[in-house]
């Protein structure tokens, strides 16, 4: 009853505040966004010198990705509620040392928005076809928030293939996902999700079928405008650009109901992730207000870690600390960092 208590409210909150903008004459600001905007995949590849669209027919979807650079493969997975664009300002560094083939996952952007399918084994399993498929035999893993549990699940299922793996906010769902107050540990929650541990209601919200979909469909700015503000320091680090394109790849029904699968899949994941052994791939762990966690969960399965901690930013650390980031990124890949804990 609680659990139906704390998805009610939220939905009501939600409901309000679109309701409270449009009685007032005022339309989401995602109308005027996306109308004035070019987000395509053709448009935001211009803006990027070296790389290009592609597409791939794997393990029964169609996956849209970008690629450019030079050197071995580097794989990037983005997360909730974003898409490929969230590493567009790291990408051209990384490409200076690597093929970097950045991703939209199973149910995000130009991606295939199947019915099921979302469990981050059977993620990974499209991921590992993708790279097959542009004729690699192995490479190195990166994922930030929900890509970074497909990341891991790519390592420990297919660890023949895996090169390093980097892990970026999130870990795969373990047990200790179950831990998760229903309601906020430190009383009402703020605008910033500051040193407290952050209280993250949507993992509930998105488990409902269908309700999501109905109150946000042509709204998810009213969401995603939530999210940034509460998960930035930096508000200014995901631009208006930027939330014009997470808003028109989230802003439908069907993108919606894809992407809280991913969510809905974490049962199914927590199962998985009894099975999965030690992990001897060499990992990298970056988080900001992830990291003790990050450090602590990743740490039971991954002998071969290590784990950087991010300042000055929160959760979309790629975003708001690119020149950290890709720094860490390329030491850590080269071999020019040692392993602590």
Excluded: C
């Excluded at 540990?185 to 605008?191: D, I, L, T």
């Amino acid at each position: 009853m609680k659990l139906i208590s704390m998805i009610a409210t939220t939905a009501m909150a939600l409901a309000i505040t679109v309701s409270t903008a449009n009685a007032a004459g005022h339309a989401p600001q995602s109308t005027s966004l996306s109308a004035v905007t070019n987000v395509s995949d053709v448009a935001l590849v211009k803006s990027l010198p070296g790389f290009k669209n592609g597409y791939a027919e794997v393990n029964g979807v169609r996956l849209h990705y970008v690629v450019g650079g030079k050197g071995e493969p580097l794989v990037l997975l983005p997360g909730w509620p974003e898409t490929w664009w969230t590493f567009h300002k790291i990408m051209p560094a990384l490409a200076q040392h690597y093929t970097v083939i950045t991703v939209d996952l199973r149910g995000m952007g130009a991606s295939s928005k199947p019915a099921d399918g979302y469990d981050k084994k059977t993620m990974a399993k499209d991921i590992y076809e993708l790279v097959k498929s542009l004729g690699y035999d192995k490479a190195t893993i990166a994922g930030h928030d929900v890509g970074s549990a497909v990341a891991f699940a790519y390592a420990a299922n297919y660890p023949q293939a895996t090169d390093k793996l980097v892990m970026i906010e999130f870990p795969h769902p373990d047990e200790s996902l179950m831990s998760f107050p229903l309601l906020p540990a430190q009383g009402p929650v703020g605008e910033k999700v500051g040193s407290s541990r952050p209280y993250l209601w949507w993992f509930a919200f998105n488990q409902v079928n269908g309700l999501p979909e109905k109150l946000l469909a042509g709204r998810i700015r009213v969401e995603q405008d939530w999210l940034f503000k509460y998960f930035l320091i930096n508000e200014d680090a995901v631009d208006a650009r930027d939330r014009a394109v997470y808003e028109h790849a989230y802003n439908t029904a069907e993108a919606i109901r894809a992407s809280n699968a991913w969510y809905q899949a974490f049962g199914q994941d927590v199962a998985d992730n009894k099975g999965y052994g030690k992990l001897d791939t060499p990992t990298l762990v970056l988080a900001g207000p992830a990291y003790q966690w990050m450090k602590k969960v990743v740490g039971k399965k991954a002998t071969n870690l290590t784990a950087v901690s991010v300042e000055n930013s929160g959760h979309f650390v790629q975003e708001e600390q690119p020149e950290f980031v890709t720094r860490t990124m390329v030491d850590f890949l080269q071999g020019n960092r040692s392993p602590n804990n």
